[in-house]
Each structure stands twice: as C-alpha cells, then as structure tokens.
C-alpha cells in the first residue's frame, strides 16, 4: 500500500521535492490512497464543454409543443447556467429530411431552389439555448441530405461542391435568419467520410467568411479518419477536431499522434434510469482519464418522442408528454451539473488526473486564475454501463482518499462540495446536493467514498441546484383528439403530435382555396432523401397513443398527383423510426386511379381488401378507418366503403397519416377517437 502509494506520488512528483513526497507519505495513515494536484509541470489538455444533441433524428419533437411554463422549465434544466445541467454545448441535426432514429427532420432546401429557414425547431432550440448561455457552443451536422443533392445517387459526395455549398448555406442562414453563430460544423453522421469533400467544405467556409468555423470529423470511429490526417497534411490542416462516437471512454495511437482535439462527439445514449446517471457520471471523467477527450456530448438532450420509437428515453431528461405538461428531470441532468457548473470551455485539465486506488477516477481541472475543481466519481460496474460498448469488469469499493492540491492551490483553505449517490441497494437517491464545505489543512483534505458516487469539490461558489415546483401528474395521449391545421401564423412548420418517420409534413396554406382547404397539412418532399437508414419508400407521421387498440382515424384527403397519386389513414401502427418500413398496422388508401385498398403493412405487401372507390385527384375526400377489436371498417365521404375487414398482424399502435410514395398531398380535419 505504502510502496503503491509512493510510486504514484513519484510518478506525479515531478514538481513535489522528495522531502516533500515522504512527508506526505507520513501524514497519510494506511487506510487512505493519497492524490496530489498540481499544476506546476503544466496542465494538460484545454476542456471543451459537456454537451447535449438535439436530432438525430427527431429527438426533440414533442418539447415544442409543450404548454408554458413548462416549456421554459424544461428548457431552464437543460442550458441556464447555474442551475441544472447548465450545458457548455448545443448539436443539432442539420435536417436532411430522412429518417434519421426517432423520426425526420426538415432540410432547408428540400428542393434545389428552395431555401427556408424556419422550418423544424432546432433554430428555436438553439435560440432558446444562446438566451440562457450566449457561450454556449453551437455544433451542426447532417445525418442526411435532400434527394436533390445526390442527383439521382443515395451519396452525398459525388458532387461534393454541392454539398458543401449545401452545408454553408445553412450556416449562413442560422446567422443571417437567427443571428445564431454556428461555431462548429461536421461532415456526414456515422458514415464515411471523403477527404476531397472536407477539404471543399473548408474552401467554401473560408470563402463565405466563415474561417470561425471549425471542421469536426468524422462522427464515427475514430480510424480511419486519423489515420489519413496523417498522412494527408491538408487533411490534417482543415481538420479541427476528431469526434468520435460511442468510443468506450478510449481512443486510439493514431489519433493522439495528430495532436488535435478529441472528442467523444456522441455518446451515452442510455436509458435515463439511475444506471443511465451512472453511465454519464463515469464516461464525462474516463473520456478524459482514459481517452483524452475534451468534450463528451450526449445523445441525446432531451427524451421528447413518443417512448416506443426506438431507444426511448435516452435522453438526459425526460419530456415526451406535450398534451399534460408532464416531465421528469432525471438522473443524467445532475450529473451534468457536477461538470458544467464548475468549470466552463477554456478551462484546462491538470496533468494529475487518474483513477482512484479501489475503482472510480478523478479529473481536476483550473481556469488558470486560481479557480480549482475535482470530479471524483466512484461508479460500480453494474450501475455504469452505457449502452455501448460492452464494458470490461471492474470493481469498486469503498474507499478513503486524501488530495493534495499543490503549486498555486496550495494556499486554498476551503472547498464547497457537491454530493450525489446512487443508491441502489436502499432506493436511497442522492443528487447534487451541497454539503459543508471541506476545511484544508496544509493543501489536504480527505474523502470516504462509498461505491456510486460523485463528488464536485470546487473554488466555484455560484453553484445551484435549480427547482421549479413539480410539474403536472403524467396523463395518457388524449383518447379524443382533432386537429383542423388552421394555424395562421405557426410557430412551427410541423403540427403538435405528429411525428414523421417518413417525408417531411408541414403546415401549408392554399390562399386561392375557395372552400373550407385553405389551411392544410401537406406531405412536402417530392423524392427520396440520400437516407441515414433506410427510409420508407412510403411517407407516414405517426400520432397518439401507442398502447391504442381501438381506434376511428378521420381525416380529410387530398392527392395531388393524378397519374399515380396515393394517401393512407391509418391505425394500430406497431413502429416507427429505422424499422418504419417493416410497419405493420391497419393501413386505409386511396389512389388517383380510383382504387382503394385495406393492407396489414405500410409496404401494401399484405393487401386484405382492394376495390373500386371513385376518389379522384386534385379533389377532397374524407376517409374513415373504423378499426375494433378483430373487425374493421372504412368509409369514404361518410358513406360505407368496405367493412368485416379481419385486423391482422399488429395488436395496438398510433394511428398515422401517409402517401403512397415521395409525392405532395394533403391532409385536413384529422381526428381520432380511441375511446
Ligand atoms: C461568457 O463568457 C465570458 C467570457 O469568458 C464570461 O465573462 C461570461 O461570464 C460568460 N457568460 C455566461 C453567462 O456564462
Ligand atoms: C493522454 O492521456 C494519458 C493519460 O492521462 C497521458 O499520459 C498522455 O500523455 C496523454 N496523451 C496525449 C497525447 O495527450
Ligand atoms: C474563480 O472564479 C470566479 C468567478 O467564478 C472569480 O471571480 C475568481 O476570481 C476566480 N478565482 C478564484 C481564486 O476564486
Ligand atoms: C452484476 O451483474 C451481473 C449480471 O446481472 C451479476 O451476475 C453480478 O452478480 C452483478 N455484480 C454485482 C457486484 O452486483
Ligand atoms: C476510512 O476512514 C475512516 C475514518 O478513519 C475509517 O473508519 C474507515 O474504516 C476507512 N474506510 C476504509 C475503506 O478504509
Ligand atoms: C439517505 O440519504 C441521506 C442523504 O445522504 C442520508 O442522510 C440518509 O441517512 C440516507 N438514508 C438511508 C436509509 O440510507
Ligand atoms: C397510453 O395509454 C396507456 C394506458 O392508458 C398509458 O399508461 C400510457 O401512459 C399512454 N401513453 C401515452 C404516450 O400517452
Ligand atoms: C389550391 O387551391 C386551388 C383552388 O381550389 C386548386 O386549384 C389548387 O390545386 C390548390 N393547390 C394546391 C397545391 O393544393
Ligand atoms: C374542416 O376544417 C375546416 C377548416 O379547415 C372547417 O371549416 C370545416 O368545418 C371542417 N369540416 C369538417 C367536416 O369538419
């Protein structure tokens, strides 16, 4: 233990004197580990941030549309500083209008002449962001692009100045539309990257006036993309930072050997539970400890889709139910705090940061200015696990510590301490409180750390536990429920609930309908996207409840391809996201050429009735899907259509809107009562 003891201190004593080291050997008593922190033989790497990603895809759809003041609490826990996890970084998606995990998100050119920048909510979002932080970081990348820059191909690098262009335009408008300073941009989420594209990318930044911003690459792993930066010197040059995914709190030679940043770009992804605030509590120190990254950014911000899409509730916090105002602030979000509200970007790492003697690890890190925080935390194996990637055993016992902090800490004379446990074994939950301040005597103070726990001990003095009084209780998706779409100025270009999995819907006004259509909502996007995953050759929005049975979906309808044209109503619709093609469900079309079938599949592979309907192009049709226990029924315009329809195939799911292929239509009058 001595001897262990010793040579650690040896190891770090490059500042410390001999005589000094066995003195400190001497105040230890044996059933304490001793940590020196110092700063003399210089820091180590700049800190960049702790961060949440909206997107990717469609994370955030159902915070928008939450009732105030809910709306600005949730958002209050998330960014304001000082007071939940006060987050030093915003990711969004740059939509590309495909499916992207939870859902799509709108491009700002879904056309190649189109250009708009209003649409989605991740301006909004970054908005709300910079008003709490105005230093929060803003990161852009696309998961995906609109068909059109492909010309025909799924590959956004063919034309790689199209891309590029594509790219900056965005950047552009954010700032011209929203006075919003993108400060870091990627190339193409989790998959390959081009050298020649990057490199365009960076010409085309500089040539806008954009040299600000800096080049993430490549969102992925993090070979081979270090592996060519050196041997590629431009490629190295134009380069700023190498993000890696998910990456197990290591890195790799080749990417230490560049001497860029590194960056654990995308991480946690985890259910949100007391294991999820474990798993972020040990990777926000281990990326560092272990694998040198500066900056940990977690996918995602915050869990607003429904909870049955794939990987629910992998947020940071937990706010999926617009329609009652309900939300939890989990686990993750004090975590966070233990960082972000004691350090800020521009901070440095000390070199003496480790891991503790019985498992756990510690960083610390200074502003330079005196200021001094220390991040212990002790997480067990079984309580830390991320959702990737598998991690090796390890154990963790309680243990005690004494710190020393040296060279310009060494006149510190008290530290405030912020505590958290997860507490397994007595369901005795602990999170971010503060505790009395730590006394040091001669640059020491001592820990008896139990195993699931954190530590913040800090100079810091402004730090916060943030409090609004409990939200309101959880309600279920309302059993009735309609939207007629006559919003004249929307906030937002999607309509509350609906959660595309295929296509973009959008609010849309036909200011020369002289009837009761002037207000719609319109199946936008008139080709494929260059997909993330493998989108639906279908379009669909899916709404309301997924536990629903029982269900009537009313809505008006309105093809406007006449050659080939197609809509859908739908119910008991089983997924959605990347698995969106595979839907099954009790799907009602009608087509331009006067057809109608009744599928059990969004694919129209299972047809269970097909027939004649008369529905027409270019003209409004209501259609009624009435769908009860093994029977459903269909009307058109109120008139039976078909009906003894045996369900088939999915035994509950949302109901949903759709088109037959990438084609503009329209929707008007949705209603469902799953009563
Ligand atoms: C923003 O950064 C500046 C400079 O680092 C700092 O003085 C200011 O306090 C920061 N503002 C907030 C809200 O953190
Ligand atoms: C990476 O981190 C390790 C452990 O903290 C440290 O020894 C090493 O010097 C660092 N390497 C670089 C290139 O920063
Ligand atoms: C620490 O940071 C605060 C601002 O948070 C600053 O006022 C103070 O001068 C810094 N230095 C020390 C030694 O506390
Ligand atoms: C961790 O989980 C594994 C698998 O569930 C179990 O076998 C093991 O006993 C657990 N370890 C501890 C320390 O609880
Ligand atoms: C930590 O120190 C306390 C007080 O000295 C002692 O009672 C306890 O047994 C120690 N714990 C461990 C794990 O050594
Ligand atoms: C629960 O935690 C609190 C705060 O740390 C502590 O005071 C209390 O004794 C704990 N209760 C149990 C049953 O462990
Ligand atoms: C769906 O309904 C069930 C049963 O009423 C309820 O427990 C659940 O919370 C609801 N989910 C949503 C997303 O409304
Ligand atoms: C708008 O309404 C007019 C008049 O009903 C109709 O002719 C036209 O097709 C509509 N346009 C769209 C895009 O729906
Ligand atoms: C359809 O919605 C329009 C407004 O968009 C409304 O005027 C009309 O009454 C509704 N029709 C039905 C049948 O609900």
Same mark, same amino acid.
């Given at each position: 233990?001595?001897?262990?003891?010793?040579?650690?201190?040896?190891? =770090?004593?490059?500042?410390?004197?001999?005589?000094?080291?066995?003195?400190?050997?001497?105040?230890?008593?044996?059933?304490?580990?001793?940590?020196?922190?110092?700063?003399?033989?210089?820091?180590?790497?700049?800190?960049?941030?702790?961060?949440?990603?909206?997107?990717?895809?469609?994370?955030?759809?159902? *915070?928008?549309?939450?009732?105030?003041?809910?709306?600005?609490?949730?958002?209050?826990?998330?960014?304001?500083? %000082?007071?939940?996890?006060?987050?030093?970084?915003?990711?969004?998606?740059?939509?590309?209008?495909?499916?992207?995990?939870?859902?799509?998100?709108?491009?700002?050119?879904?056309?190649?002449?189109?250009?708009?920048?209003?649409?989605?909510?991740?301006?909004?979002?970054?908005?709300?962001?910079?008003?709490? $932080?105005? %230093? &929060?970081?803003?990161?852009?990348?696309?998961?995906?692009?609109?068909?059109?820059?492909?010309?025909?191909?799924? !590959?956004?690098?063919?034309?790689?100045?199209?891309?590029?262009?594509?790219?900056?335009?965005?950047?552009?408008?954010?700032?011209?539309?929203?006075?919003?300073?993108?400060?870091?941009?990627?190339? !193409?989420?989790?998959?390959?990257?081009?050298?020649?594209?990057?490199? /365009?990318?960076?010409?085309?930044?500089?040539?806008?006036?954009?040299?600000?911003?800096?080049?993430?690459?490549?969102?992925? *792993? !993090?070979?081979?993309?270090?592996?060519?930066?050196?041997?590629?010197?431009?490629?190295?040059?134009?380069?700023?930072? &190498?993000?890696?995914?998910?990456?197990?709190?290591?890195?790799?030679?080749?990417?230490?050997?560049?001497?860029?940043?590194?960056?654990?770009?995308?991480?946690?992804?985890?259910?949100?539970?007391?294991?999820?605030?474990?798993?972020?509590?040990? &990777?926000?120190?281990? %990326?560092?400890? %272990?694998?040198?990254?500066?900056?940990?950014?977690? =996918?995602?911000?915050?869990?607003?889709?429904?909870?049955?899409?794939?990987?629910?509730?992998?947020?940071?916090?937990?706010?999926?139910?617009?329609?009652?105002?309900?939300?939890?602030?989990?686990?993750?979000?004090?975590?966070?705090?233990?960082?972000?509200?004691?350090? @800020?970007?521009? =901070?440095?790492?000390?070199?003496?940061?480790?891991?503790?003697?019985?498992?756990?690890?510690?960083?610390?890190?200074?502003?330079? @200015?005196?200021?001094?925080?220390?991040?212990?935390?002790?997480?067990?194996?079984?309580?830390?696990?991320?959702?990737?990637?598998?991690?090796?055993?390890?154990?963790?016992?309680?243990? $005690?510590?004494?710190?020393?902090?040296?060279?310009?800490?060494?006149?510190?004379?008290?530290?405030?301490? =912020?505590?958290?446990?997860?507490?397994?074994?007595?369901?005795?939950?602990?999170?971010?409180?503060?505790?009395?301040? *730590?006394?040091?005597?001669?640059?020491?103070?001592?820990?008896? /750390?139990?195993?699931?726990?954190?530590?913040?001990?800090?100079?810091?003095?402004?730090?916060?536990?943030?409090?609004?009084?409990?939200?309101?209780?959880?309600?279920?998706?309302?059993?009735?429920? @309609?939207?007629?779409?006559?919003?004249?100025?929307?906030?937002?270009?999607?309509?509350?609930?609906?959660?595309?999995?295929?296509?973009?819907?959008?609010?849309?006004?036909?200011?020369?309908?002289?009837?009761?259509?002037?207000?719609?909502?319109?199946?936008?996007?008139?080709?494929?996207?260059?997909?993330?995953?493998?989108?639906?050759?279908?379009?669909?929005?899916?709404?309301?409840?997924?536990?629903?049975?029982?269900?009537? +979906?009313?809505?008006?309808?309105?093809?406007?391809?006449?050659?080939?044209?197609?809509?859908? +109503?739908?119910?008991?619709?089983?997924?959605?996201?990347?698995?969106?093609?595979?839907?099954?469900?009790?799907?009602?079309?009608?087509?331009?050429?006067?057809?109608?079938?009744?599928?059990?599949?969004?694919?129209?592979?299972?047809?269970?009735?097909?027939? /004649?309907?008369?529905?027409?192009?270019?003209?409004?049709?209501? /259609?009624?899907?009435? &769908?009860?226990?093994? +029977?459903?029924?269909?009307?058109?315009?109120?008139?039976?259509?078909?009906?003894?329809?045996?369900?088939?195939?999915?035994?509950?799911?949302?109901?949903?809107?759709?088109?037959?292929?990438?084609?503009?239509?329209?929707?008007?009058?949705?209603?469902?009562?799953?009563?």
């Amino acid at each position: 233990m001595v001897l262990a003891a010793w040579t650690r201190v040896a190891d =770090w004593g490059r500042g410390a004197s001999p005589v000094l080291v066995l003195l400190l050997l001497l105040v230890s008593s044996g059933s304490s580990e001793d940590y020196v922190l110092d700063s003399r033989g210089g820091l180590g790497r700049e800190f960049d941030g702790i961060g949440g990603l909206s997107g990717g895809g469609a994370t955030s759809r159902l *915070l928008v549309n939450y009732p105030e003041p809910y709306r600005t609490q949730i958002l209050d826990y998330l960014f304001k500083p %000082n007071f939940g996890a006060s987050l030093h970084i915003l990711k969004v998606e740059i939509g590309g209008d495909a499916q992207t995990t939870d859902g799509t998100e709108p491009s700002h050119m879904h056309y190649e002449d189109d250009e708009n920048f209003f649409r989605g909510y991740e301006w909004w979002l970054m908005k709300e962001a910079k008003k709490r $932080n105005p %230093n &929060i970081t803003l990161i852009g990348l696309p998961w995906a692009f609109p068909g059109w820059i492909g010309r025909g191909e799924n !590959w956004p690098y063919d034309f790689p100045d199209i891309t590029a262009y594509y790219v900056v335009s965005w950047i552009i408008g954010a700032k011209q539309y929203h006075d919003l300073d993108i400060d870091y941009v990627g190339i !193409w989420n989790e998959r390959p990257f081009n050298s020649k594209y990057i490199k /365009l990318l960076r010409y085309t930044l500089d040539k806008a006036g954009l040299r600000r911003v800096k080049i993430v690459a490549s969102d992925n *792993l !993090w070979q081979p993309v270090s592996f060519y930066m050196l041997r590629d010197s431009e490629l190295h040059r134009v380069i700023d930072v &190498i993000g890696a995914h998910y990456p197990g709190t290591h890195t790799v030679v080749d990417a230490l050997k560049t001497g860029k940043k590194l960056w654990s770009s995308e991480d946690y992804s985890t259910f949100n539970d007391e294991v999820g605030g474990g798993c972020w509590a040990r &990777i926000l120190n281990q %990326n560092y400890v %272990n694998g040198n990254m500066t900056s940990t950014i977690s =996918w995602n911000l915050v869990a607003s889709y429904y909870e049955e899409l794939p990987f629910g509730r992998d947020g940071l916090m937990t706010a999926k139910e617009p329609w009652s105002g309900h939300y939890v602030v989990e686990s993750p979000i004090w975590i966070t705090a233990h960082t972000t509200q004691f350090t @800020q970007p521009g =901070w440095h790492y000390l070199q003496t940061v480790g891991h503790l003697e019985k498992g756990g690890s510690y960083v610390a890190l200074t502003d330079g @200015q005196g200021n001094l925080t220390i991040i212990i935390e002790t997480m067990s194996h079984n309580h830390s696990i991320c959702i990737r990637p598998p991690l090796p055993g390890f154990t963790v016992s309680p243990q $005690n510590a004494t710190f020393y902090v040296k060279g310009s800490f060494s006149e510190l004379s008290s530290l405030q301490v =912020w505590y958290s446990k997860l507490d397994f074994e007595r369901s005795n939950l602990t999170l971010f409180r503060q505790r009395a301040p *730590l006394k040091l005597s001669k640059g020491a103070f001592s820990l008896e /750390l139990d195993v699931d726990e954190v530590y913040t001990v800090t100079t810091i003095t402004t730090g916060q536990k943030g409090f609004y009084p409990e939200p309101p209780k959880s309600q279920p998706f309302p059993s009735h429920y @309609q939207d007629d779409f006559d919003v004249r100025n929307p906030p937002f270009s999607e309509a509350p609930n609906f959660a595309d999995q295929a296509g973009v819907y959008e609010y849309f006004t036909n200011s020369s309908d002289p009837g009761e259509h002037v207000f719609t909502l319109r199946q936008v996007l008139t080709q494929r996207p260059i997909t993330w995953v493998i989108d639906a050759g279908q379009t669909i929005s899916v709404i309301g409840n997924y536990s629903w049975t029982d269900m009537t +979906v009313k809505c008006d309808v309105y093809i406007e391809t006449p050659e080939n044209g197609g809509v859908f +109503v739908a119910g008991r619709v089983d997924r959605g996201g990347s698995p969106t093609p595979s839907a099954k469900g009790l799907f009602f079309w009608v087509f331009a050429d006067g057809s109608y079938s009744v599928t059990a599949d969004l694919e129209r592979h299972i047809v269970l009735k097909k027939g /004649l309907s008369g529905v027409r192009a270019r003209e409004w049709h209501t /259609l009624t899907l009435h &769908i009860h226990g093994l +029977v459903a029924s269909g009307m058109l315009n109120g008139y039976p259509l078909w009906k003894d329809v045996f369900t088939f195939g999915s035994h509950n799911g949302w109901a949903a809107i759709g088109t037959r292929s990438f084609e503009p239509a329209q929707f008007d009058n949705f209603s469902v009562d799953a009563s």
